[in-house]
């Protein structure tokens, strides 16, 4: 049986992130926000980490706008 997938997005200004994930890999994902958070060179700050974070750890929560981030 293949794994259900996944997918969560963030459009931010011309930024684009599309992440595509399995339940078991929801760990790693959250990992590789905080890099990408962490890294100068990519657009996604802590503010964005932190709300795709809560996303994937909660994904029956209505979104209530708070990927808004201008």
């Known amino acids: 049986m293949r794994p259900e997938l996944n997918v969560l997005a963030l459009f931010k200004g011309t930024g684009r992130f599309i992440f595509v994930y ?10 590789d926000f905080r890099h990408k958070a962490a890294d100068p060179a990519v ?20 979104p209530d706008g708070a990927l808004v981030d201008e």
Do not use: K, M
């Open 43 to 62: 657009a996604l700050n802590w503010f964005d980490a932190a709300v795709l974070t809560e996303r994937v750890r909660n994904p029956a929560a209505e």
């Open 22 to 31: 399995d339940d078991d890999s929801r760990d790693d994902l959250v990992d």
